[in-house]
């Protein structure tokens, strides 16, 4: 999941983006002022945007007014230091999905994150399922089988995403647009390594393969995949 912070303190920006990227689920690009926050927001493809109100260039509502009238649906997390209810309204009536006033503690927002994270690809529960293969997004502990095995950060965020998006197939082009950094040099054949690794150690070993490659399109993961 890669996910932009628009924040122009640049202390509290490093921060944000230690704390986030802290999570195996994320990756963090930042910007400190709200026209390359903005431009960023309506070129790059996120799947969060935690954005601060009062921002050098544009402010934090007209962004988001443009990024929804641009017809992204992108989640939208504002932080505000003006924690007064107006702006709370005002925030929710142009688009966005949860709020939290500074100061603020990590582990919340990195919870509020998460809920708008699954809430987008409209999963209700935290624990992601597909066949005997379990994902858990609060403790990122995978098991299959009942048998529980730590993953490396990056196998793990490329795991998460192919759960969210269980049963539909997902393109080389979308996963490095999604778990990786936009200073990332981005290759194709580093997701054909990734999944191989993934693959080794989610599917080596059992009956089902729940991981399938789609010639020319992309990867599933699901219990069963016609064509396969
Ligand atoms: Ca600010």
């Known amino acids: 999941m890669r996910i932009l912070v628009v924040e122009d303190e640049v202390r509290l920006a490093e921060n944000l983006k230690a704390g986030i990227e802290s999570v195996p689920s994320f990756v963090v690009d930042v910007s400190h002022d709200g026209e390359d926050g903005q431009h960023l927001a309506l070129t790059e493809k996120y799947d969060a945007i935690v954005l601060d109100l009062m921002l050098p260039g544009i402010d934090g509502l007209s962004i988001l007014r443009t990024i929804r009238d641009s017809g992204r649906d992108t989640p939208v997390l504002i932080l505000t230091a003006r924690n007064t209810t107006e702006d709370v309204i005002r925030g929710l009536d142009f688009g966005s999905d949860d709020y939290l006033g500074k100061p603020f503690e990590m582990g919340e927002l990195l919870a509020r994150i998460k809920a708008l994270v699954r809430r987008s690809f409209h999963q209700t529960d935290p624990v992601l399922r597909v066949a005997d293969l379990t994902i858990d997004t609060r ?18 965020r490329l795991l998460e995403y ?38 080794s150690r989610i599917d080596r070993g059992h009956a089902t393969q729940l991981i399938h490659t789609i010639r020319g399109q992309g990867y599933v993961l699901a219990e069963s995949w016609e064509g396969q």
């Open 139 to 156: 403790s990122h502990v995978v098991s299959r089988a009942d048998k529980s095995f730590p993953l490396p950060a990056l196998e793990y």
């Open 162 to 199: 192919l759960g969210m998006r269980a049963g539909q197939v997902v393109s080389k082009e979308e996963l490095l647009e999604h778990l990786y950094d936009y200073n990332w040099e981005k290759f194709s054949n580093v997701i054909e390594v990734y999944v191989s690794k993934l693959r």
